[in-house]
């Protein structure tokens, strides 16, 4: 857990940070977008301070937030996970965005790799089962680097294959696809893969199905998420 010496050497106070951070990855905004709006609020900062807070502070904050998230879901075994892969452009070279996410549309886990192939898909569902345990049901496409993966794993007969059957997954790309054309794609594979699982456990946090619900529970959960982001990293 992070302690409050976090922010110990720095001049600007934590609730500035954490809404700097919340603005740039929760929102698809650009360094310069954020910038004026923190001026709009009085707060004087360059958008390269914000650059270095959400470089410094995000995966700090993603970490607290997902600690608390697996404790919870490792406790449901029988769920059902939505496994896909993406192509995201990274300095002009293709790379493979392998994304998981549950029946609920939690993200699970995010992993960046050079190549779309069964090693890939192996490194990912492990990775994925190391952290969230293993699930009933893996629904997956057609792409036959997962039914070999989940062979060499053990766990070939929870795969499941249909035309509508992984549209949870699908959707779930679209926050990610509007925040890659904000930052106008990535420069690095590390950088990719620091946002993937910063911009993940944030869109977590604060995802409240909002058609889900009425309209005042909405306005609880979110007030009880924005509640909880302000004491992030807090002690």
């Not at 790379?95 to 998981?100: E, N, S």
């Not at 345990?133 to 249909?162: H, I, M, N």
């Not at 926050?175 to 794609?185: G, I, K, N, S, V």
């Not at 409240?208 to 309209?215: A, D, G, P, V, Y």
Request: charged share 30%; glycine share 4%; proline share 2%.
């Amino acid at each position: 857990m992070t302690k409050p010496a976090s922010f110990k050497y720095f001049k600007t106070s934590p609730e500035i940070i954490r809404l700097a951070v919340m603005l740039y990855v929760r929102f698809p905004l650009s360094l310069r977008n954020v910038e004026d709006l923190l001026h709009e609020r009085g707060i004087d900062v360059s958008h390269e301070t914000v650059r270095y807070w959400w470089n410094r502070f995000g995966p700090m904050f993603a970490a607290e937030i997902r600690r608390k998230r697996v404790q919870q879901l490792r406790a449901f075994s029988k769920w059902k996970w939505h496994v896909d892969e993406v192509f995201v452009k990274v300095n002009g070279k293709r790379h493979c965005l392998w994304r998981a996410v549950d029946h609920e549309g939690e993200v699970l886990e995010a992993v960046v790799t050079k190549r779309r192939n069964k090693a890939a898909a192996l490194k990912f569902l492990k990775k994925l089962m190391k952290r969230h345990g293993k699930a009933e049901t893996v629904v997956t496409d057609r792409f036959a680097s997962y039914r070999a993966a989940l062979r060499e794993l053990g766990a070939l007969e929870k795969q499941r294959t249909g035309r509508w059957l992984n549209n949870r997954v699908e959707n779930s790309h679209l926050p990610f696809r509007r925040r890659e054309r904000a930052m106008q794609r990535f420069r690095r594979m590390r950088s990719l893969q620091k946002f993937a699982s910063v911009h993940s456990s944030v869109y977590n946090h604060f995802n409240q199905e909002r058609s889900l619900t009425s309209r005042d529970t909405f306005k609880l959960t979110r007030s009880a998420a924005l509640a909880e982001w302000r004491q992030l990293c807090s002690g």
